[in-house]
Protein backbone atom coordinates (compact mmCIF):
# COMPACT_ATOMS: atom_id res chain seq x y z
CA UNK A 1 0.00 0.00 0.00
CA UNK A 2 3.14 1.86 1.52
CA UNK A 3 4.67 1.45 -2.29
CA UNK A 4 2.16 2.35 -4.30
CA UNK A 5 1.43 5.71 -3.20
CA UNK A 6 4.99 6.45 -3.74
CA UNK A 7 4.06 5.17 -6.40
CA UNK A 8 2.00 7.50 -8.08
CA UNK A 9 3.19 10.46 -6.05
CA UNK A 10 6.07 9.95 -8.03
CA UNK A 11 4.04 9.68 -11.32
CA UNK A 12 1.77 12.83 -10.25
CA UNK A 13 5.14 14.75 -9.81
CA UNK A 14 6.97 13.62 -13.23
CA UNK A 15 3.41 14.70 -15.07
CA UNK A 16 3.65 17.84 -13.66
CA UNK A 17 7.22 18.46 -14.42
CA UNK A 18 6.40 17.56 -17.89
CA UNK A 19 3.28 19.83 -18.54
CA UNK A 20 5.41 22.81 -17.15
CA UNK A 21 8.44 22.66 -19.30
CA UNK A 22 6.80 23.92 -22.51
CA UNK A 23 5.62 26.84 -20.60
CA UNK A 24 8.94 27.55 -19.02
CA UNK A 25 10.57 27.13 -22.76
CA UNK A 26 7.76 30.00 -24.05
CA UNK A 27 8.61 32.45 -21.40
CA UNK A 28 12.30 32.17 -21.63
CA UNK A 29 11.74 34.10 -25.17
CA UNK A 30 9.86 36.88 -23.63
CA UNK A 31 11.81 39.30 -21.80
CA UNK A 32 11.49 43.21 -20.56
CA UNK A 33 13.33 45.92 -22.44
CA UNK A 34 16.88 47.57 -21.86
CA UNK A 35 17.12 51.13 -20.39
CA UNK A 36 17.96 52.40 -24.01
CA UNK A 37 15.10 49.86 -25.71
CA UNK A 38 12.46 51.03 -23.57
CA UNK A 39 13.81 54.76 -24.45
CA UNK A 40 13.11 54.28 -28.17
CA UNK A 41 9.72 52.43 -27.01
CA UNK A 42 9.08 55.11 -25.81
CA UNK A 43 9.22 57.81 -28.30
CA UNK A 44 7.86 55.95 -30.78
CA UNK A 45 4.40 55.32 -28.24
CA UNK A 46 4.68 59.53 -27.36
CA UNK A 47 4.89 60.29 -31.08
CA UNK A 48 1.93 57.85 -32.35
CA UNK A 49 -0.59 59.54 -29.94
CA UNK A 50 -0.45 57.58 -27.33
CA UNK A 51 -0.07 58.60 -23.20
CA UNK A 52 0.05 55.97 -20.99
CA UNK A 53 0.51 52.27 -21.20
CA UNK A 54 0.80 49.18 -19.50
CA UNK A 55 3.37 46.03 -19.84
CA UNK A 56 6.36 45.94 -22.34
CA UNK A 57 7.39 42.54 -23.58
CA UNK A 58 10.08 41.47 -26.34
CA UNK A 59 8.82 38.43 -28.00
CA UNK A 60 10.99 36.66 -30.00
CA UNK A 61 9.10 34.92 -32.97
CA UNK A 62 10.02 31.56 -34.35
CA UNK A 63 10.81 33.34 -37.82
CA UNK A 64 13.61 35.08 -35.47
CA UNK A 65 11.62 38.28 -35.89
CA UNK A 66 11.92 40.51 -33.02
CA UNK A 67 8.86 42.42 -32.31
CA UNK A 68 7.96 44.42 -28.54
CA UNK A 69 3.94 43.78 -27.32
CA UNK A 70 2.63 46.83 -25.73
CA UNK A 71 -0.44 45.92 -23.59
CA UNK A 72 -2.88 48.84 -23.13
CA UNK A 73 -1.55 51.56 -24.65
CA UNK A 74 -3.75 54.30 -24.02
CA UNK A 75 -4.50 57.41 -26.69
CA UNK A 76 -5.38 60.82 -25.87
CA UNK A 77 -8.59 60.53 -26.91
CA UNK A 78 -9.19 57.47 -24.44
CA UNK A 79 -8.79 54.79 -26.64
CA UNK A 80 -6.93 51.45 -25.45
CA UNK A 81 -4.62 49.45 -28.01
CA UNK A 82 -2.47 46.21 -27.49
CA UNK A 83 0.25 46.90 -30.02
CA UNK A 84 3.06 45.12 -31.79
CA UNK A 85 6.12 47.17 -32.57
CA UNK A 86 8.94 45.51 -35.10
CA UNK A 87 12.40 45.67 -34.62
CA UNK A 88 13.00 49.52 -35.79
CA UNK A 89 10.10 50.69 -33.51
CA UNK A 90 7.34 51.25 -35.93
CA UNK A 91 3.78 49.82 -34.91
CA UNK A 92 2.89 47.06 -37.19
CA UNK A 93 -0.03 46.27 -35.25
CA UNK A 94 -2.94 47.94 -33.64
CA UNK A 95 -5.64 45.24 -31.74
CA UNK A 96 -8.04 47.62 -30.12
CA UNK A 97 -9.38 47.06 -26.64
CA UNK A 98 -12.96 47.71 -25.73
Known amino acids: ME ?3 KYRTATLALAGAL ?3 PLTAAQADDRKPTN ?3 AQIHKALLGAGFSTWGEIERDDDDDDSEV ?3 DDAVTAKGERYDLTLDENYEI ?5 ED
Not at 92 to 96: G, L, S, T
Open 19 to 21: LAF
Open 68 to 70: WEI
Open 92 to 96: VERDR
Open 3 to 5: EDL
Open 36 to 38: DEL
